[in-house]
Structure formats: structure tokens, C-alpha cells
């Protein structure tokens, strides 16, 4: 019973020594300590299961994404769509910043089924661009989806409640800065 205790309270130990590494912007650590996990960037970190690399994204820590991105192995395709509480995938935090192209190109490289999933509102990666109103990352994926026809198209404009991303940019006052302005 006390070496299970022990473990756990060693997992503990190493979140939070990740975590604060990862509030301090210490690449370095991070990597290192992602180095010792099995899921390397992929490790989920928090009670909302969200994953080093979900942190990382969110926080606009572009060098370091792009460094554990490009340390997970090819067979990872299932860990790579893994998503947090909220059903955020990693290219999902990689669209509310301009800071995400890079990395979402190798998301999308490693799993293309990123861009369709959707987060618990039904929002996918390119809706959450528009909400955000980065329009360089909406350029870019919806440059993906155009090989889809019409009506898939329009599956990835609008949420499950039929709120569609023009109706979005007007609320979030992102109306400017895109193509349809």
C-alpha cells in the first residue's frame, strides 16, 4: 500500500514540477521532462485532461510545440486526437493563435482527422479561428477543407447549435478581418 502511494505521490510531484515549467516558458525543462513519459508531449497534465501540448498551444509556446510535435513517433495518430474536457484537440488550441500555423500544418500532417473533430460545442478548428479572429490560421484551413464538397464545407462553418462563423466574428466583433468583409 505505501509504494502505491508512493507512486502516486511521485506522479504528482512530476506534474507539477511539468506544470511549472510550462508556466515559466522553460522549454528546456519541459522537453527534458517530457522526455521521461511514454506520451511524451501528448502526457495529459491536468484534471481537465488537458495534454502538455494542449498547454503549450494555449500559451503560445510556438518553439516548444513545434519541438514536441516533432518528437512523436509516427504510431502516436491516436494520442495526437486525444482531446480535454471541453473535446479541444491540440489543433483546436492551435487555431485561436497566429502563432499556430507551423504546428497546426504538423498536426494536420500527423492526423488530418483533426480538422473535422469538433469540441463540445460542436466547434471545429476553423471556427474557433474565426471566433478568435485569426484570419491568417482561417485562410489556412480553409484552404484544407476545400477539397471537400459544398455541403461538407458547410459542416465545418457552423457549430451544432447553427451558430455559423459569420454569426460568430459579428458577436466576438471579428468582422473585419476576414475574406467576406
Known amino acids: 500500500m505505501a509504494s502505491k502511494a508512493h507512486a502516486v505521490h511521485d506522479k504528482h510531484r512530476f506534474n507539477a514540477d511539468l506544470y511549472e515549467a510550462l508556466l515559466m516558458e522553460n ?10 513519459v511514454p506520451d511524451g508531449g501528448l502526457h495529459i497534465l491536468t484534471i481537465h485532461k488537458d495534454t502538455v501540448l494542449h498547454m503549450a498551444t ?11 510535435l516533432e518528437a512523436l513517433p509516427e504510431n502516436f495518430r491516436d ?8 473535446k479541444n484537440t491540440i489543433l483546436h488550441e492551435a487555431a485561436t493563435s497566429q502563432e499556430g500555423r507551423e504546428a497546426a500544418e504538423i498536426m494536420l500532417r500527423k492526423a488530418p482527422e483533426l480538422l473535422g473533430m469538433r469540441n463540445h460545442r460542436g466547434e471545429t478548428a476553423l471556427y474557433r479561428a474565426a471566433r478568435y479572429g485569426q484570419a491568417d490560421m482561417f485562410k489556412y484551413l480553409a484552404l484544407k477543407i476545400s477539397q471537400y464538397d459544398e455541403e461538407q464545407q458547410l459542416d465545418f462553418l457552423r457549430r451544432n447549435d447553427k451558430t455559423n462563423i459569420l454569426h460568430i466574428s459579428i458577436l466576438a466583433e471579428h468582422f473585419g478581418e476576414f475574406p467576406w468583409a
Open 58 to 68: 494555449y500559451s503560445k509556446q510556438r518553439h516548444s510545440v513545434l519541438k514536441q
Open 79 to 86: 494520442k495526437i486526437i486525444r482531446t480535454n474536457n471541453h
Open 27 to 36: 522549454e528546456e525543462k519541459v522537453i527534458n521532462l517530457c522526455r521521461k
